[in-house]
DNA sequence: CTGAAAGCGCTAACAG
DNA sequence: CTGTTAGCGCTTTCAG
């Protein structure tokens, strides 16, 4: 289809297909009208340069690989819009692959974007235990952990400072007067979930309250999962005041059994969860939350790559980012 | 990083590198022994076939382009995990741009994914006007429109069957003892959405029930968008004991305006969306809704544009995939 | 300032 | 069955 190669549009301007390059890579030493005359001749010809050519050449594809869990999910998704639109602004384009939450699927498009030679490969979501079976992998090439908190590992990765969220969290119920408050977990082994568990448990402490947590069973945090541990929860004693999520989802979950179970939201108990997901805005949901600042993620994790190209030995970096309150109306002042 | 290459191996091995990429492309004539050989000797120095050589010989990359509005939209979302995964399944990668809803950057990342020389490009929610824009891109490339009915374009596309699914729905909330059913409507100028429109009106001819309709002003279909319009549709008269909107969005907004003026749903007002989309599951919305078939929509793009890119010259087609009612608690029967 | 030529890693005839 | 060779389209020394 766009059969233009360099070699045509140089045999019709009469130069040798170096000079067009040069007239296209902008730079180095080429005569100003040469280069005007070129530069329109490859307009009217319909030339678009190929980028598989360059690349091979230029040893670098300025694409970056993006493994994400599952597009479906709705936290993942945000990152990956904002991933996408920064690398591209930063002259990079994005191939994108479903890990459907497989550590064995995760390893195999790993290896599949090697072999595409992608530049760098943004890993998101994915639990702390994956990174063992990619160990020997993003040996191979710069790698940078998206959204999961790998503490000492040697790795790149940007996450949200989600202790400080879940003090955060902890703190905002405590002022709105509430001193019951629940948290609910999910996934112990991840240690971003083991980090928030940890901020509620230091909130506690230090506000001078007694923390108690409850744990799903189930690996993956989901609003059925917060049903379930909910629906067991509503149907014994419950006297606390004020309930605090791992996530959203979970957050949603608690919000149908507290329907099923005539607990009114927020007049009876007040809900908070973590994440910010965009559901959580929807206006039957209306859930307060501790976000988790995607776009400065996305960024962060797109710089991080670009960086760790230009220098592949460079020591191994982490960001983290704060997270911030979000007021909606699943949580109130504790009336008395 | 991945430096060893088919020479390195050819070397090593101490055959000639064409063998080597015999032994590789399983194919062709070459003995059992030499293969087995050579296929675990690359196994034992890390070969990984460079993906962009091969490209440029093959004239093919094997990556498919997908340009969407915006991945955050969960309709989109839902459907780029689908054909993410099933592009990989027929031995593509996908690269994904978004268009974030602006016919320009549309035209603008069109370009780059020809630059890029992938194989087909899929369009997902596109406005049938940015067809226009596109007209002269997608005679470069072998191109398919999903979601958006095209009509009698020239184009290759795929879409849900628009107006069986209102008359279904129609119908649905006919069958539920609704005689006066107000439909929520947006984006007049889409094909889609007149497609939508036009059938509940003929099912409300065909059940002899009058069609009243209000029209969003909004070009976007969103919650605020459904807000709006049935806030004021509430604060005036309105006798009607169903709505049914043009996407679940709107429904969502028409959701927060019934709260606000102590509508309840569903028990004094019915509502349906149209989209079925994740966040119509979920608990605090519990939408009954048409769904698209999103899994059988990605894997027909794919496959259509597979047939395309297979016979470039072939006739343009289009696959209309059937909608189904998802009934969850946002409609019910009459009461008298 | 511009042309000639080498070569990126791989495939595909074409010979042997 | 295996080796030789010629490119794919482009960038980049190195000469003019």
Same mark, same amino acid.
């Given at each position: $289809?766009?059969?233009?190669?360099? !070699? +045509?549009?140089?045999?019709?301007?009469?130069?040798?297909?170096? /000079?067009?390059?040069?007239?296209?890579?902008?730079?180095?030493?080429?005569?100003?009208?040469? #280069?005007?005359?070129?530069?329109?001749?490859?307009?009217?010809?319909? *030339?678009?340069?190929?980028?598989?050519? @360059?690349? $091979?050449?230029? !040893? #670098?594809t300025n694409i970056l690989g993006l493994i994400v869990a599952s597009l479906d999910n709705p936290f993942m998704s945000e990152l990956t819009t904002n991933i996408e639109i920064y690398a591209r602004r930063c002259g990079y384009n994005l191939m994108v692959c479903n890990s459907s939450y497989d550590v064995d699927l995760e390893k195999e498009v790993f290896t599949l974007l090697v072999g595409r030679q992608v530049d760098g490969i943004i890993l998101l979501p994915i639990s702390s235990e994956s990174y063992e079976s990619l160990k020997s992998l993003t040996a191979q090439v710069p790698t940078v952990f998206i959204s999961e908190n790998l503490? +000492?590992?040697?790795? +790149? *990765?940007?996450?949200?400072?989600? @202790?400080?969220?879940? @003090?955060?969290?902890? %703190? *905002?119920?405590?002022?709105?007067?509430? #001193?019951?408050? &629940?948290?609910f977990g999910c996934r112990s082994h991840s240690v971003t979930h083991r980090l928030r568990l940890d901020g509620y448990r230091q909130a506690c402490e230090s506000l001078g309250i007694e923390a108690d947590v409850l744990y799903s069973p189930f690996s993956r945090s989901s609003h059925e999962a917060g049903y379930q541990l909910a629906d067991e929860y509503f149907s014994g004693e419950?006297?606390? /005041?004020? $309930? &605090?999520?791992?996530?959203?989802?979970?957050?949603?979950?608690v919000m149908r059994a507290a329907f099923e179970h005539n607990i009114s939201i927020p007049d009876q108990l007040s809900l908070m969860g973590f994440d910010n997901i965009s559901f959580a805005a929807l206006p039957p949901i209306n859930l307060t939350s501790?976000? =988790?600042?995607?776009? =400065?993620?996305?960024?962060?994790?797109?710089? &991080?790559?670009? +960086? #760790?190209?230009?220098?592949? %030995?460079?020591?191994?970096?982490?960001?983290?980012?704060?997270?911030?309150l979000v007021e909606r109306r699943s949580a109130k002042q504790l009336s008395e």
């Open positions: $289809m766009s059969m233009v190669t360099l !070699k +045509d549009i140089a045999k019709v301007a009469g130069v040798s297909y170096a /000079t067009v390059s040069r007239a296209l890579s902008g730079s180095s030493e080429i005569g100003e009208d040469t #280069r005007k005359r070129i530069l329109k001749l490859c307009e009217e010809m319909g *030339y678009t340069p190929n980028a598989v050519a @360059r690349s $091979m050449v230029m !040893k #670098r503490q +000492d590992l040697p790795e +790149d *990765y940007v996450a949200v400072d989600n @202790r400080q969220g879940m @003090r955060i969290a902890t %703190e *905002y119920l405590y002022s709105l007067g509430h #001193r019951k408050i &629940l948290y419950h006297a606390h /005041t004020a $309930m &605090l999520c791992a996530t959203d989802s979970l957050a949603i979950g501790i976000d =988790q600042p995607k776009q =400065q993620m996305a960024t962060a994790a797109v710089d &991080l790559l670009l +960086d #760790r190209i230009a220098k592949p %030995e460079a020591g191994h970096t982490s960001v983290i980012v704060p997270p911030s």
